[in-house]
């Protein structure tokens, strides 16, 4: 994994905690998929959340240090990895961002260690983060913003929590 980058034996140790956790959880989700039916206990597709869990992705919040997400795929499934520090707004961000390396980066057999401080490939983190700002925002949300009510992109970044630049990229795509 991240051997080529400056990380903590403590943040290192927080993604292997995580990974095992991924493991039983991908195990135990492998299992219900892999069960006929009839057998599942608790069986719910719930089809009024809108979430990840729609593509059978398994989310998890879990302590890690100096990382705020990641995405890693393994027993066939992929599981999506969420600091528990983050606020609400921001783990919605950071889950979506970690969907863009799921689905555009697939192909790429690396971690996307998502953490504010190692830029890992700018290229990938760019546009993870386009990909994210366009799931969560509308372009009828967008423009109400910026036609309606004439916000800012200054005003809407510190609305929606993301970098200036985002929010520039958003309104003009
Ligand atoms: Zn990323």
Not at 66 to 72: K, N, S, T
Not at 104 to 111: V, Y
Not at 128 to 148: G, M, N, P, S
């Amino acid at each position: 994994m991240s051997d080529s980058y400056p990380m903590s034996d403590e943040a290192r140790e927080s993604i292997l905690a995580a990974m095992k956790l991924g493991l039983e959880a991908a195990k135990i989700k492998n299992k219900e998929t892999y069960t006929p039916k009839k057998y599942r206990k608790g069986w719910c597709r719930c089809p009024h959340k809108p979430s990840v869990s729609w593509l059978g992705y398994i989310v998890l919040s879990v302590p890690l240090i100096e990382v705020r997400g990641f995405h890693q795929k393994i027993k066939r499934r992929h599981i999506i990895y969420l600091n528990d520090a983050l606020s609400e707004s921001e783990a919605q961000f950071v889950c979506a961002h970690e969907l863009g390396h799921a689905l555009l980066h697939n192909q790429i057999n690396r971690l996307f260690l998502d953490s504010n401080t190692y830029f890992i490939s700018r290229e990938f983190e760019i546009s993870a983060d386009r990909f994210a700002v366009h799931l969560l925002h509308t372009d009828e949300e967008e423009e109400a913003l910026t036609k309606v009510y004439q916000y800012t992109t200054a005003q809407i970044s510190r609305m929606w929590g993301i970098p200036e630049a985002l929010v520039e990229y958003r309104v003009n795509h």
